[in-house]
């Protein structure tokens, strides 16, 4: 049988308002449906998933392009076994290499190939665009900065009560990715 432990509830355990049940499921249905939009627009531009770029853009932006398999998994919000199971499909692709790490023999990093680089950067410049027109092209300008704000502070909440140690650094711009060499 799986985990039977369950999070300890704060005594505070009133039902969400209505506003904020509404505001949840919105948030919900944009979830659920941009990640679906996101993998399909990925796998059929670039054979990739939305979760290989994930990765694959977390990779790009360690330094030296490599990452310890656990912090790569507490970056991106996996469950350790569950990256080093998708890290294998990935590797098999020839997208990363998995080695010992060049400071600990006994921990594995997780390194961005020369193809998994090749395949990034391919893919992000539609990605790009595809994100710009499916999230913020129907969106008003004005409402931008409040929800960067929003968002952001509910980031530092989930950080804070959240399992997961914080993560290493934030993720970088899209147009950061430097070419390949």
């Known amino acids: 049988m799986g985990d039977t432990s369950r999070v300890p509830l704060p005594d505070d355990t009133e039902p969400l308002t209505r ?3 509404e505001t949840w499921f919105a948030y919900m249905r944009l979830v659920l449906r941009l990640s679906y939009e996101m ?3 990925l796998q059929v531009d670039n ?3 939305l979760a290989d770029y994930d990765v694959l853009n977390a990779l790009a932006d360690s330094p030296g392009h490599r990452a310890a398999l656990s912090s790569l998994a507490t970056r991106i919000g996996w469950e350790r076994s569950r990256l080093s199971h998708h890290l294998l499909r990935m590797s098999r692709r020839g997208l990363v290499e998995r080695t010992p790490s060049q400071q600990d023999g006994r921990v594995t990093d997780v390194v961005l190939s020369n193809t998994g680089r090749t395949r990034l950067q391919e ?3 539609a990605h790009a665009a595809f994100v710009r027109r499916m999230f913020f092209d129907g969106l008003d300008p004005q409402l931008l900065d ?6 952001e502070q509910i980031h530092a909440q989930v ?3 959240g399992t997961l140690p914080r993560p290493g650094q934030p993720q970088r711009h899209f147009a950061d990715l430097p070419p390949s060499t």
């Open 146 to 151: 409040p929800l960067q704000t929003a968002l």
């Open 47 to 49: 054979d990739l998933t």
């Open 39 to 41: 993998n399909r627009q």
């Open 159 to 161: 950080l804070a009560e």
């Open 123 to 125: 893919a992000t410049p």
């Open 19 to 21: 506003s904020q049940q």
